[in-house]
């Protein structure tokens, strides 16, 4: 292959690799949950249903100054819906967190006391609450792990159990989900 096929072929990859780039975007939750734009995307929501999700939050982080790649699976979860058509009045959102992922509810008093680290997860917490998201704390996992009401992260609810909510969710016609 001649020099100039050579140039030509490496100008011809760049420029394809630009034309499918995808733009990062924030629809709904503007700090996490970041989403390729999806144009070319043939399967897409239906924006006329009205989305009813209930998410079984159980995996936690090792690193707990890492936030919990779970919980930004629902800022993803809403970005796309909204993102592909969804208006975000349509979306119903329940996540019950209890298990591994126990710990991203502490406030960062508690949690820098335990584990030497701000939590990162309070940011996301508050921006999913100021979303509309209901967000339901497994009370089974606080008394295994002796946390308080008090000691959660604000807004946060408190459940008889993460397994009563999915239940009781997913008998009222939520699709139910877990991360």
């Known amino acids: 292959m001649k020099s100039t096929q050579k140039w030509g072929l490496l100008v011809a990859l760049i420029a394809t690799n630009f034309l499918y780039a ?17 144009d070319l ?22 690193n707990k100054s890492n936030l919990l790649f779970s919980l930004n699976n629902v800022a993803r979860l809403i970005n796309l819906h909204v993102m592909g058509g969804v208006p975000k009045e349509n979306l119903n959102i329940v996540v ?9 509810v502490l406030n960062n008093e508690l949690y820098y ?17 100021d979303s509309g998201v209901k967000i339901v704390v497994c009370s089974q996992s606080m008394f295994k792990r002796n946390i308080a009401p008090s000691e959660l992260v ?3 609810e408190v459940a008889t159990s993460a397994l009563t909510t999915l239940t009781t969710y997913q008998i009222k016609g939520y699709a139910v989900l877990k991360f």
């Open 22 to 38: 995808q733009e990062l975007v924030n629809p709904v939750i503007k700090n996490f949950g970041t989403i390729g734009q999806a």
């Open 41 to 62: 995307a043939t399967e897409k929501p239906d924006p006329n249903l009205t989305y009813n999700i209930v998410v079984d939050l159980a995996t936690g982080e090792d």
């Open 96 to 104: 019950a967190v209890h298990g591994g992922a126990i710990w991203s």
């Open 113 to 129: 006391k335990k584990f030497k680290t701000a939590n990162p997860n309070i940011p996301l917490y508050k921006e999913l609450l």
């Open 154 to 156: 604000k807004g946060l």
